[in-house]
């Protein structure tokens, strides 16, 4: 259901007042906190400060002043950085102050006391603040100073409640939780596809049944970063060496380049030998020997050209002539040799018709020198919606290689792009590489950017050409330094979490599109605007530079393709259909020995490489800088089994600059294909589009682009392949392994550097006309990855896929950086992500999808680094951990680190270190409404059941750690969803209290239904209730939706601008939306039509004056389990008929029992029914004690006339069951044949397991009374007795427990 944006409000929540319950006392609060946060941290001797006392030092490690621009500030400490020889570590560095350089006199600089004017006052820190912050969190949230004392300690017998398993004795020893959920599924299940070192092609492999736990590690023990206002958390680790002229760093490794991730790099091909060279064989005809050709001339300007028959002709010079079209007939080859000075080949045509064969060297003899392919050829007029044109054949200004070969193979460099191993500083003339290069002098090269945006009209890419390289600068630690011709405008980052990519362009093979006629008529000329984007709204000016029309490649009709060492520049023609600057059309499983790598591609107009209805072909190790449209394309959904890996994806743009530019909501209204636009997709073009995931996507990299690798939605082929019957969306991954995206999602807040989302079909007004919906699409942008191929078994590609034929898409070791959005979001599909970085993000991950595990994540949201933004607001920016949805998720996060996320505020419980969290600094600071965890709590419609989990949560100099994010009303009133909030925390490390903890709203509103007894810990702030599971026996979470008159259960989300009102009657009105909680009239959407509470005297109106949790139209209700019961009550009296479906609960380690009252001689019908099967139907009957009912198998109920209570067992139950009734538990599997393993839904990861309600199955209680006044409820409501749920001498302290005394 659609949720809108979680975005933070933009001021905090109120202060919630001091609850009923007592909490602790506070353990480390300060005496007297400050009223408001430092926005500075204390100055202290020795570090620097501004001599004009303009402004003191803006973090721990940049003195700015005032007259200081942000480059400037970068600069200065970039040089810090250099300059400091004597000290071992960045963070050393800066703290003594900042070293001077060059006689440079910038008013910063080492003191020995601060200035007085400067001191900052700041509450006592934890630990030397020198040092850096314990990694293990507190034992418990530390207590607001208004909480009510905790009285004073008294021996204290308990009784707790008898087990519910009938053979059981009543146990008074608490037991844990039994949260992490029954035996993991068989090893045999789990998938090996993830590579164990660096693979060139990586073997698929089965895909998972069941997510499979990946096998025990911890979660990251990385020493902590200081705050965002300190040095940043991640500097290189220095080498010790010997010394020279570039330092002693700190460096970064290949090794030391990620904290937790492995990130694969290609094999080094080795030295080439020059054996069997093509243009040196024997019969070889010369193209400028006039005897070649049977004209007895050599071809002219404007001339097409066709080579003799049987024929292999060479040409070793230059070509002066203009051409016009060559044609390589089927027998013959044309061969580029090498001129015998070494002078450079040259060659211009319109175009190449290649049924025979294209060559320019081989793989054992690669050309050597230099060739230069000029195509030419003005734009058509004629081209139709669909991007065809009758003039605009393969062969008009592009080399169709039509049923033959092009085989091309420069000389080899290696790699063809690698990674900083040392920052690069504004006006350096070299970098340093982490891996040695063989790349030449006079090459040039791209320096990605570390900004946080990248577009045509702000961008800090750079290309510099090469002056010298210097092999292994420091033995055993840098692999080359690099210098250049020039020195570096911008400045780009590396530290030990993250590097600037630095990528090779010229290769000395080059085919390219003629200068004059391929560059764009139709430029952007800049000013436009759009949606505002962190305090900026420029956008790229829509339908502009939609003229681009480059040279291409295209093997198609059976053809093949080898290339390596080529060059494409100016290639691609802007919205022409197959015109891109090499691509594979319609080829099959017929060219799998193909290749496209070590290639680079620049200045294109349209895409890089298409795979179009190909298989098992190889794209790696090129290198693609500013392109229009998506660069590495799968084109149609259908390609599989290829490889995609080790390439670098840099500078995309969206085709004819129409962008997806949004703001905070969830939907993106859809774009329609049309002229300039014939694949919609394009407004949201991305370094990778991976239509289908089976193929193996490995070790590759995209910096900029609206996302850095896009995951679109495919319900059924397009193009030429869109009648195979396929489901591309659901098919399923084969590797997705160390990919790392930055720079990129700063057009839509949702949209995430790997971006699985988005949904492209036929427009159901024209259907050969494309719809691209870029946001969440739940009709048709909608993944179910299945074991079982529907669209083969039910000749279905829609068919439900039952639990036991679910697959999980599995994405491992990927890295995302300096993205002003989620790193990774996905609207839909079953997932496993295993070890992800994120490194200064403003969000670490979201996923609305029920079944959705993520392991070994590690969120830093910011580093420490400056964030180079436009704008220069960083502070405009959250600093998110991860959000929790509202309805329908299923999420398990475990061994996972959290660090430097959540605002840095006074409110702080957790950690009062000065550099916790982020501040609202210029420099890298973040929103003050950030958080490391987040629930979505604005939705009366959509309301959380059973839905999240966690175990080995590690936070790291975190500030804010939770907040309900209510945006329409900030929780004022409160909504369903908002108090409804649970969250298993199976050992206690999210909430801190290192023991299994179940974590709940701690909305007033909800009264007491979670502050269930005097250990629950309260987190005022965000605001949660941290209950013990320890604390009782059989404590648990349950589900269920209630039901009792479909007329008013019919209106929840029903569209109408009035609110229900008792003079409705339910008609022409509206309840329980996801958005205004009031109407026009003031009349609440979603008034409390009743309540439920706990039962027993201490959940009675004297102790709980809201009387339980409201019971609205909306009927769903979460809460503990195992307790004495649930006590339902509608204020209209007891319902005649009550239907309870989507029950969540495990039924035998965690009973729930539901009471209602009803007046003496009421019978009662109780009857539970399965789905899709009316025979199937359990009749309950009566027993004589609650106890009994508790103990039962669920299908039993008590009526006590001494207290007006009907008792009721609700288990859940198989969607369908025809063996005997019997109390499931959530290890059992099915016996009932078909496709399910278990027999209840369920949701497993990393040894913790959820239950899932299934649609269909539901429990009916009629109550024979009689009808009053209001239609479906009993006349009588008898007075209420509360039953006496304790022995006697003994008193109500939880909802589950009794002792002599409470304390």
Request: with cysteine; hydrophobic share 30%; net charge negative.
């Amino acid at each position: 259901p659609p949720s809108p944006e979680p975005t933070p409000a933009p001021t905090p929540l109120p202060t919630i007042g001091s609850t009923p319950q007592p909490t602790p006392a506070p353990t480390e609060a300060p005496t007297s906190p400050p009223t408001s946060p430092p926005t500075n941290p204390p100055v202290t001797p020795g570090m620097g400060y501004c001599s004009d006392g303009s402004s003191e030092c803006l973090t721990v490690d940049v003195c700015a002043c005032a007259t200081d621009s942000l480059e400037a500030i970068f600069e200065r400490r970039s040089r810090n950085l250099q300059d400091c020889p004597s000290i071992s570590s960045r963070k050393d560095c800066t703290r003594t102050g900042g070293c001077q350089w060059n006689g440079k006199n910038d008013g910063c600089g080492p003191v020995a006391t601060p200035p007085p004017t400067n001191t900052v006052v700041s509450p006592p820190p934890t630990s030397n603040p020198t040092n850096p912050p314990s990694h293990v969190p507190t034992n418990q949230p530390i207590p607001s100073p208004t909480s009510a004392p905790v009285p004073a300690p008294v021996e204290c017998k308990c009784l707790g409640l008898p087990s519910s398993a009938p053979t059981n004795p009543p146990s008074n020893a608490p037991t844990p939780q039994p949260s992490p959920g029954p035996t993991p599924e068989p090893t045999s299940s789990a998938p090996t596809n993830e590579p164990s070192s660096p693979p060139t092609n990586v073997p698929s492999s089965a895909p998972t049944q069941q997510p499979s736990p990946e096998p025990t590690s911890s979660a990251p023990t990385n020493v902590p970063s200081e705050a965002p206002t300190s040095p940043p958390s991640n500097p290189p680790t220095p080498n010790p060496t010997s010394p020279n002229s570039y330092g002693i760093g700190p460096f970064v490794t290949s090794a030391s380049s990620s904290e937790l991730v492995t990130i694969p790099r290609p094999q080094n091909p080795g030295s080439q030998s020059q054996i069997n060279c093509l243009h040196l064989q024997e019969g070889l005809k010369n193209w400028h020997d006039p005897s070649t050709w049977l004209s007895s001339s050599i071809p002219t300007d404007g001339e097409s050209v066709t080579l003799p028959e049987n024929s292999k002709v060479v040409i070793n010079q230059a070509v002066l002539e203009e051409l016009n079209v060559i044609n390589v007939p089927s027998s013959s080859e044309l061969i580029f040799g090498e001129d015998a000075g070494g002078a450079a080949i040259t060659l211009d045509a319109a175009g190449m018709d290649v049924q025979g064969a294209l060559r320019a060297g081989s793989e054992t003899c690669v050309y050597d020198t230099e060739l230069t392919i000029t195509l030419h050829g003005s734009r058509p007029t004629d081209l139709d919606i669909y991007g065809k044109s009758p003039t605009a054949t393969p062969s008009y200004k592009g080399i169709s290689v039509n049923g033959g070969i092009i085989s091309m193979h420069g000389k080899r460099h290696f790699p063809t792009w690698s990674r900083l191993a040392e920052s690069v500083r504004i006006g350096q003339n070299y970098l340093l590489l982490q891996e040695q290069v063989n790349w030449e002098a006079g090459q040039e090269v791209l320096l990605t950017t570390t900004a946080v945006h990248d577009s045509r009209d702000w961008h800090r890419n750079e290309v510099m050409t090469i002056d010298y390289v210097v092999d292994n600068p420091i033995p055993g630690v840098v692999g080359s330094a690099v210098h250049f011709t020039s020195s570096a405008t911008y400045a780009h980052v590396a530290n030990n979490g993250y590097q600037a990519e630095v990528g090779l362009l010229s290769r000395n093979i080059k085919i390219q599109g003629a200068a004059d006629d391929s560059e764009p008529t139709d430029p952007d000329t800049g000013g436009c605007t759009g949606n505002g984007h962190f305090g900026v709204n420029f956008k790229p000016c829509p339908w502009t530079s939609t003229t681009g029309f480059g040279g291409h490649i295209m093997v198609h009709s059976g053809g093949k393709g080898y290339m390596e060492g080529v060059e494409l520049y100016r290639m691609g023609q802007t919205n022409v259909l197959g015109r891109y600057p090499f691509h594979w059309h319609q080829l099959g499983n017929a060219c799998s020995d193909c290749y496209f790598r070590a290639n680079s591609i620049h200045r294109s107009f349209y895409r890089c490489i298409s795979i179009h209805g190909t298989h098992n072909t190889t794209v790696s190790e090129n290198v693609a800088y500013d392109v229009d449209g998506y660069c590495y394309y799968l084109e149609d959904g259908v390609e599989e089994d290829n490889t995609i890996s080790f390439n670098l994806a840099a500078h995309i743009h969206p085709v004819s600059n129409v962008v997806a530019d949004s703001g905070g909501g969830q939907t993106i209204t859809p774009f329609v294909q049309s002229r300039d636009l014939i694949l919609p997709a394009d407004a949201t073009a991305s370094g990778y589009y991976i239509t289908n995931l089976h193929n193996d996507i490995i070790g590759n990299a995209a910096s900029g682009g609206w996302a850095g690798f896009a995951l679109p939605v495919l319900h059924s082929p397009i193009g030429a392949n869109r009648d195979v019957n396929m489901r591309p969306g659901n098919r399923l991954t084969k590797v997705f392994d160390g990919n790392v995206a930055h720079s990129t999602g700063w057009w839509w807040s949702h949209a995430g550097a790997f971006y699985s989302g988005g949904s492209l079909y036929y427009s159901s007004g024209d259907d050969t006309l494309l719809e691209y919906n870029a946001g969440r699409d739940q009709s048709k942008g909608t993944r179910s990855p299945c074991l079982v191929d529907k669209c083969v078994e039910n000749n279905n590609c829609g068919s439900y896929c039952y639990e036991g034929e679910r697959a999980w898409y599995k994405l491992t070791n990927n890295k995302v950086f300096m993205t002003a959005s989620p790193s990774l979001n996905s609207w839909s599909g079953r997932m496993e992500v295993i070890r992800f970085e994120a490194h200064d993000v403003a969000l670490g991950m979201e996923a609305l999808q029920d079944g959705f595990g993520i392991d070994q994540l590690l969120v830093e949201c910011r580093s420490g680094e400056e964030w180079v933004i436009p704008g220069n607001r960083p502070d405009y920016v959250s600093a998110n951990g991860f959000f929790w949805y509202d309805t329908g998720q299923g999420h398990i996060i475990s061994s996972s680190t959290f660090r430097n996320c959540g605002a840095r505020n006074a409110n702080n419980a957790y950690d009062t270190s000065p550099t916790r969290g982020c501040d609202t600094n210029e420099i890298n600071g973040c929103s003050s409404g950030s958080t490391v965890w987040g629930f979505l709590t604005h939705s009366d419609q959509f309301t959380p059941e059973l839905m999240q989990a966690t175990s080995g949560i590690t936070y790291e100099d975190c500030g804010r750690r939770f907040k309900l994010v209510d945006f329409k009303d900030n929780n004022t009133p409160s909504s369903v969803s908002g108090r409804a909030q649970n969250w298993i925390d199976t050992d206690g490390s999210a909430s801190g209290l290192n023991e299994p903890t179940i974590m709940a709203s701690g909305l007033t509103d909800a009264g007491n239904w979670w502050k269930v007894d005097s250990n629950v810990v309260d987190d005022p702030e965000a605001p949660l209730a941290f209950i013990k599971v320890n604390d009782g026996n059989e404590r648990g979470l349950g589900h269920i939706r209630l039901r009792w008159k479909d007329e008013i259960h019919n209106t929840v989300g029903n569209g109408s601008s009035k609110a229900c009102t008792p003079s409705d009657n339910w008609q022409n009105c509206g309840t329980c939306y996801n958005g205004s909680k009031v109407d026009g009239s003031g009349d609440p959407y979603c008034p409390a039509l009743g309540r439920i509470r706990h039962i027993g005297s201490k959940f009675d109106l004297t102790n709980d004056p809201t009387g339980g949790l409201p019971i609205t139209a909306n009927a769903e209700v979460a809460g503990l389990t195992g307790g004495f019961a649930w006590l339902l009550q509608l204020d209209d009296g007891p319902p005649k008929s009550l239907k309870i479906d989507q029950i969540e609960v495990d039924p035998v380690e965690t009973p729930m029992v539901l009471a209602i009252p009803y007046d003496s001689g009421t019978s009662f019908s109780i009857t539970a029914h399965a789905a899709y099967c009316s025979s199937c139907v359990e009749t309950f009957f009566a027993v004589n004690s609650v106890d009994h009912v508790r103990a039962s198998q669920g299908n039993t109920y008590y009526y006590d006339e001494a207290t007006k209570l009907l008792y009721v067992r609700i288990v859940q139950t198989p969607q369908t069951y025809l063996t005997d009734w019997h109390l499931w538990n959530l290890d059992d599997l099915n016996m009932d044949g078909g496709p399910r393993t278990h027999a209840l839904d369920r949701f497993t990861f990393s040894g913790i397991t959820l239950p899932s309600f299934a649609y269909g199955p539901y429990l009916q209680i009629d109550a024979d009374c009689a009808e009053g006044a209001i239609s479906g409820h009993c006349a009588t409501t008898p007075t209420y007795v509360e039953p006496e749920v304790c022995p006697p001498d003994y008193i109500q302290v939880s909802y589950d427990k009794c002792c002599v005394s409470e304390g």
